[in-house]
T-cell receptor
């Protein structure tokens, strides 16, 4: 079945620096790659996603890049701010069977120091 | 008002007790999920339901059961709680691939 690995598990940056989180997946049929942000005391929330027909997608200070050949995708946050501090999860869809379900990475705790 | 609500938000119970966690949604989505979150382990799927008559086990269903009372309601039960079920539990709905999570229930089993 599908497997997703997320790195690093923790990331500390200075305010204004960039942060990059990477996920690798195993099933080459995967075609949808979302990133979720979980703030303290809340449930995860979708912040950006990409589909397999594009290589990069941007939304203000966040971007996701996809390398289908290498089977990895990354979240990029530029000009980090303290409110970016949270746990970030990547996910990939289950292929076949229970389509529509997601398999989540183990999360990256991002700390942005003022 | 929140689209996905969970009750209770916090619960402390003792080993062997029966516990029910409730989830309600106003999004009108057919698909609903229960996840468990432990530090460093991400989100693990317990059960999911694609509609009122369709309930399926996830990767860690042992020790848990669910009930889909209506399209809007999906409950998770621990028949006999044990300490290693201490965790943060999330309910979610989905449509078009995106999942919408509730605020979570923090459960402690002593």
């Amino acid at each position: 079945g599908e497997n997703v690995e997320q790195h690093p598990s923790t990331l500390s940056v200075q305010e204004g620096d960039s942060a990059v989180i990477k996920c690798t997946y195993s099933d080459s049929a995967s075609n949808y790659f979302p990133w979720y942000k979980q703030e303290l005391g809340k449930g995860p929330q979708l912040i950006i996603d990409i589909r397999s027909n594009v290589g990069e997608k941007k939304d203000q200070r966040i971007a996701v890049t996809l390398n289908k050949t290498a089977k990895h995708f990354s979240l990029h946050i530029t000009e980090t701010q303290p409110e970016d501090s949270a746990v970030y999860f990547c996910a990939v869809p289950v292929i076949g069977g229970s389509q529509g379900n997601l398999i989540f990475g183990k999360g990256t705790k991002l700390s942005v120091k003022p | 008002d929140a689209d996905v609500t969970q009750t209770p938000r916090n619960r402390i119970t003792k080993t062997g007790k029966r516990i029910m966690l409730e989830c309600s949604q106003t999004k009108g989505h057919d698909r609903m999920y229960w996840y468990r979150q432990d530090p460093g382990l991400g989100l693990q799927l317990i059960y999911y339901s694609f509609d009122v008559k369709d309930i399926n086990k996830g990767e860690i269903s042992d020790g848990y059961s669910v009930s889909r009372q209506a399209q809007a309601k999906f409950s998770l039960s621990l028949e006999s709680a044990i300490p290693n079920q201490t965790a943060l539990y999330f309910c979610a709905t989905s449509v078009g691939g995106e999942q919408f999570f509730g605020p979570g229930t923090r459960l402690t089993v002593l």
